[in-house]
C-alpha cells in the first residue's frame, strides 16, 4: 500500500478507540497442530484513534471463534500502520496477547509500512532468531510442509517503500534451504511475485519441493500462477491474502495440512475502499459474497 493510499484510508474513517480481542474463551479450545491462520497487512496503529485497530481486533475474535484452534499463525508484514513506529508495535503486542494466551504460536513478517530495528526492540527474541543476518526470515514447520518467511522489506530512511526487494543473503539462504530440504514448502514474502519478478523465478528455481507463492501487500484474495522456463519449466499457484483490517478484502486466511496437499479457505468478513463520505457500494457486498468461503488446493507433489 502506498502513501496516497494511506492518506485516502485516514480520511476515509471516523477515528475509533483500540479495544482488545476476547481470548478467555479460546483457552479450553483443543489446538489442531494441522492448521495455520494467515493475517496480512494489518496496519495497527499505536496512537489508538485508527479504525484498523478495531477491525484487526474483530478479525483476531473470528480466530479465537475457530473450533478447533489453529496452532500457527503467519503474520505477513505491514504490522504497523505507516512508517512502522515503536508504539505501533507495542499496540501490537497488547492486540495480539490473547492469541497468544490462547496457544497459537505467532510468526511475525516485515512489510513495507514496518522498521525491522525498531520492530526488533519490541520483539526481540523473533529478530535475534533469524535465519539471515540483518533481515526477519524463519521457517515455520507443520506437519507435512514448511512455510519459508522471507524479508522483502526495502526500508529506506523516515518513509516507507512501496516497492519490495529480497537481499543476496536471503537469496542464498533459500537456495541452499532448496537443495537440502526433503519437504515440501511455500515462499512467503509481504511483497507478491508479480513485483518482484526475478526474485520468483529464482524461488520457483529452487526445486520441485517449492510448491507455491504466499504473499500479501495487495489487500486482496488474488489467485495467480507463476512461471518459470528454465529445466523444462514450472508453474506454480500464488496466493494473496487479504488485508486483516485497513481496505479491499477483509478478513483471515486458514491453511490446512493434508498430508499430501494444502488447502487454503479465505474467512472474508468485509470488503471496502476509501472515499470521502466511505459510500458503500453494492459490488463490495457482492464481492465478499463471491470470495468468502474459496477454497484453494495446493498438491505436495
Known amino acids: 500500500m502506498n502513501r496516497r493510499e494511506f492518506i485516502l484510508a485516514a480520511g476515509a474513517f471516523s477515528l475509533a478507540p483500540s479495544i482488545a480481542a476476547k481470548g478467555s474463551a479460546a483457552h479450553s479450545k483443543k489446538i489442531d497442530k494441522s492448521l495455520a491462520v494467515i493475517v496480512s497487512d ?170 507455491g507463492y504466499l504473499h500479501g501487500h495487495r489487500h486482496s484474495w488474488m489467485l495467480d500462477a507463476l512461471h518459470n522456463w528454465k529445466d523444462g519449466g514450472r508453474l506454480v499457484r500464488s496466493i494473496g491474502m487479504p488485508s486483516a483490517s485497513l481496505w479491499g478484502d477483509i478478513g483471515f486466511v486458514t491453511l490446512r495440512d493434508k498430508g499430501d496437499h494444502a488447502e487454503f479457505k479465505i474467512f472474508e468478513r468485509d470488503c471496502f475502499f476509501p472515499s470521502p463520505d466511505f459510500r458503500r457500494e453494492e459490488s463490495w457486498d457482492v464481492l465478499r459474497k463471491e470470495n468468502d468461503g474459496a477454497v484453494v488446493k495446493v498438491l505436495y507433489k
Open 42 to 211: 494489518c496496519h495497527i496503529c499505536g496512537d489508538k484513534k485508527w479504525h484498523a485497530n478495531d477491525e484487526m481486533v474483530k478479525t483476531l475474535n473470528q480466530i479465537l471463534a475457530l473450533d478447533p484452534l489453529p496452532a500457527k499463525m503467519i503474520v505477513m508484514g505491514d504490522i504497523a500502520a505507516l512508517v512502522g513506529l515503536k508504539k505501533d508495535y507495542h499496540e501490537a503486542k497488547k492486540v495480539f496477547t490473547p492469541i497468544v494466551d490462547a496457544g497459537i504460536e505467532i510468526a511475525w513478517m516485515m512489510g513495507n509500512h514496518d522498521r525491522r530495528d525498531v520492530f526488533a526492540e519490541v520483539f526481540p527474541e523473533w529478530a535475534e532468531t533469524s535465519e539471515v543476518e540483518g533481515r526477519i526470515v524463519h521457517v515455520v514447520k507443520m506437519p507435512s510442509v514448511d512455510l519459508v518467511l522471507l524479508d522483502s522489506l526495502d526500508q529506506l530512511k523516515n518513509k516507507s517503500n512501496h516497492d519490495g526487494k529480497i537481499n543476496e543473503a536471503q537469496i542464498k539462504w533459500l537456495e541452499k534451504f532448496g537443495a537440502s530440504t526433503k519437504r515440501p514448502f511455500f515462499v512467503c514474502t509481504h511483497h507478491d511475485g508479480r513485483q518482484m519478478k526475478k526474485f520468483a523465478q529464482t524461488a520457483i528455481g529452487t526445486g520441485n519441493l517449492m510448491r
